[in-house]
Every structure is written in structure tokens, then in C-alpha cells.
């Protein structure tokens, strides 16, 4: 299981490549990680689905890209992933191996060496609630691969049942577009302004699954399960 988690982990937070670090925290009856960048533009809280028993209480994950590199190293079948003790038996590592004796050390970090810090989302009333067709993700990819160097946001609407989500405009020099995301029942209140690169990245982390998006005033929530575990990616509107 463990091996399953930090492949998960590193697939769909650490390889993203817009986060430094990741914090890892034990729940009663499950293991959370919490990652964001600077900016706070996305935020991803993810848990497992089942709590990861053989790691410490508290830690943080920093070096992401040779977390990353180190998975890819480890996905076969025979390799393992186990965690490793230091001097005093305190779990520090992870250590992986494979079948040929080749062996690696992923350090694990202490929380208070972290800028990360403990989040949580109290839910609010979503008033878009839908799961997008995979070509519309993709659509969607290449529509913001135009606006977003002239216009790094979109504008997240709803009309006749449609969510619509409008490109530039006059920010974006007189260049503009509408795209046609999704069918539903339901209407936004008014126009919500959403980071272009924060959102597709997370609808394109979540294509691999069933991916489903809300929208509210406020936040954007992407959310889908990978199978070990359940990953929210919270893009903040813009004002």
C-alpha cells in the first residue's frame, strides 16, 4: 500500500510542477496531504482512502522533482517502497528498492522546516456542479493555450443551460472567445473569474479519472478519486 500512495502522490501533486513541498498529516482513519503554492491560487487536499499506518504522525515532503524521478525509477511491479528509521528509530525516510539490489532514499522533512501549514475546506453552496466530457477538457487545453499569454484568466458563466467560459476581452487586447464547457441545469449568480493555467491543470490532473467541477462565487473545486485516494483541487476566483 505504501508504495501505491507515494506513486499516487507523486504522479498527481509533486509532478504538477507547481508545488515546493507537500505535508503530510495523519487522521483517525486516514492519511492527508496538503501542497500550495505561494500564490495560493490552487490549493490540493487530498486524502487517502485507507490511513497509511507506516508513516509518521507529521512530516513534509520538499525535493519533489527527485521524488518524482524516483518513482518513475520504481513502477515495476517487483520494486518496493518501505520507510527507513534514523539513529533514535524515528521513521525519516523512504526507501526504495528493486529486485536487482539498486536502492534509493527519499529524506523525509520535519513540519517545522515548512511553509506549508494545515488546511481545510469547510464546503460552501456550489452553484454549478458538473463532469465535463473528456474531448472538453481537451478542447479546453488548446483554447487556453491562445488566451492564456494575453489574458492569464477565464470567465466562468452560465446561459440556456450551458456553462460558458469566456476568453480575453479587453484585457486580453481586443482578443476574445466564448467555449461552450458543459451542459447544466443549474445557473451561476453572477460571472466567476477563474486562473486559466490553475484550473486546466487540475482538470487535466483529474481527466485521468472522472473528474467533477463546482463553481461557486468564490472557488472552483475539481475533484476526483484515483483509486488510493481522493484529491480536491481548489482553484481560488479571482476578484
Do not use: C
Not at 13 to 32: C, H, N, P, R, Y
Amino acid at each position: 500500500m505504501l508504495k501505491d500512495i507515494v506513486l499516487d502522490v507523486a504522479k498527481n501533486i509533486a509532478s504538477l510542477g507547481t508545488f515546493d513541498e507537500i505535508l503530510v498529516e495523519q487522521d483517525t482513519d486516514t492519511t492527508k496531504f496538503t501542497a500550495y503554492p505561494e500564490d495560493s491560487t490552487i490549493t490540493v487536499l487530498a486524502s487517502s482512502k485507507n490511513k497509511v499506518s507506516e508513516l509518521p504522525d507529521a512530516f513534509g515532503m520538499l525535493n519533489l522533482g527527485f521524488l518524482v524521478g524516483l518513482s518513475g525509477l520504481y513502477r515495476t511491479e517487483d520494486s518496493k517502497v518501505a520507510t527507513g528509521t534514523n539513529a533514535k528509530s524515528e521513521i525519516d525516510r523512504l526507501a526504495f528498492s528493486g529486485v536487482d539490489g539498486n536502492k534509493d532514499e527519499y529524506r523525509l522533512t520535519p513540519t517545522n522546516l515548512m511553509k506549508t501549514k494545515t488546511r481545510s475546506f469547510k464546503g460552501t453552496t456550489w452553484d454549478v456542479v458538473v463532469k465535463p466530457a473528456a474531448n472538453k477538457i481537451s478542447e479546453l487545453s488548446q483554447r487556453a493555450g491562445l488566451y492564456a499569454s494575453i489574458d492569464p484568466n477565464l470567465v466562468a458563466t452560465t446561459d440556456n443551460g450551458k456553462l460558458i467560459f469566456t476568453f480575453g476581452g479587453s484585457a486580453g487586447g481586443g482578443h476574445s472567445g466564448k467555449f461552450v464547457f458543459a451542459d447544466t441545469t443549474q445557473t451561476l449568480k453572477r460571472p466567476v473569474t477563474l486562473p486559466i493555467q490553475s484550473l486546466l491543470l487540475a482538470l487535466k490532473t483529474a481527466s485521468q479519472g472522472t473528474p467533477i467541477i463546482s463553481i461557486s462565487e468564490k472557488v472552483a473545486k475539481i475533484e476526483f478519486d484515483s483509486g488510493v485516494i481522493a484529491y480536491e483541487y481548489l482553484v481560488i476566483a479571482q476578484q
